[in-house]
């Protein structure tokens, strides 16, 4: 059994359909990514999935049930939205006993205080919440959704708004909970290095529709031909060396980006080849590397056709 399970799921709104026919699932103890740009519909999908819309059409289960008429499985799901669900009027401790007597947490002090100092904020934990900045509110956040050490996490967005430390520490955080809760976790993000990092598979929703469904690793692997990343000792000798390569038949096409060039090899086994023609043409190589795709590629070759025609 899956942790999530999607299956044929439609919705519209005033007569527009936001998902048409949207299927994907969810391993247990997984990091998922759902991607898609804004107003593709991926809080739709979550709000469907916690039973707080009802769907059109097709299924939507967590822990293998439909969560808007199962209760006991309700409580083993968490939740994160935009708006944090916090109240500005009580301390950062407050508001965790509050939801702890809501969700029934045992030993909750002792629970609090572990939260505390895991999203780093147990000196504050006496400040009203009306005073944090926004991504101290994002981290009180995310402890609050995972209070009652729930099986599966929806975040939605958990990093829109913070600082690169702060993302950085939600982050390793999630990762984090992953590994030592075990916690399946539903990301919805539009930070697609971080996604690259942390999931091990991704949907991308475009449209109305899933454009793709695989591992990041599988998504990333360089498809088709590959592609090396040389950097030169000198850099400003890259034009030069650039068209020194554009020359060499077994390379499809070289490009000078920040890092270095980008070469595109024609043949998978000619990557000697290049250093040698470099080396032999008396250019200075620091450094030789091959690339695979990044997320974001991928993620715009699904999305660019489909925003055009949605
Ligand atoms: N209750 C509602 N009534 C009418 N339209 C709605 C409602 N909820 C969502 N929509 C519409 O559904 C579409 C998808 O919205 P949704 O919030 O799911 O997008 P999203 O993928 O989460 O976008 P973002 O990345 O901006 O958060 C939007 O066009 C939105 O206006
Ligand atoms: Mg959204």
Do not use: W
């Amino acid at each position: 059994m899956n942790a999530v399970e999607v299956r044929g799921l439609s919705r519209s709104f005033d007569g527009r359909d936001i998902l048409r026919d949207v299927s994907f699932t969810v391993g247990h103890g997984e990091i998922f990514g759902y991607l898609g740009p804004n107003g593709a519909g991926k809080t739709t999908t979550v709000r469907i999935l916690l039973g707080l819309l009802a769907p059109g059409a097709g299924e939507a289960r967590v822990l293998g049930r439909d969560l808007a008429v199962d209760d006991d499985a309700r409580a083993r799901v968490g939740v994160l939205f935009e708006n944090n669900g916090l109240s500005d009027r009580m301390s950062a401790a407050g508001n965790l006993a509050y939801y702890a007597g809501l969700y029934g947490v045992e030993d909750p002090a002792e629970r609090i205080d572990e939260l505390l100092t895991l999203v780093d904020l147990a000196d504050r934990r006496n400040d009203l919440v009306g005073t944090f900045s926004t991504g101290m509110k994002r981290k009180l956040g995310i402890a609050r959704a995972i209070l009652h050490r729930p099986e599966v996490v929806f975040l939605d967005e958990p990093s829109s708004g913070l600082d690169p430390g702060a993302q950085r520490m939600v982050r390793d955080l999630i990762s984090e909970l992953s590994r030592r809760e075990e916690m399946t976790v539903f990301l919805n993000s539009h930070h697609l290095d971080e996604v690259q990092r942390i999931c091990s598979s991704v949907a991308i929703l475009a449209g109305g529709r899933i454009r793709a469904f695989d591992s990041v690793a599988h998504l990333t692997a360089a498809s088709g031909r590959p592609v090396v990343t040389v950097a030169l000792a000198d850099p400003g000798e890259s034009a030069r060396a650039r068209e020194e390569i554009a020359r060499l038949p077994f390379v499809a096409g070289c490009e000078m980006n920040g890092e270095g060039l980008l070469c595109t090899l024609s043949d998978p086994g000619a990557t000697p080849d290049l250093i040698a023609a470099l080396v032999g043409a008396n250019f200075r190589v620091e450094e030789v590397r091959r690339s695979s795709r990044s997320l974001e590629d991928i993620y715009l070759e699904h999305v660019a056709p489909a925003e055009g025609g949605a």
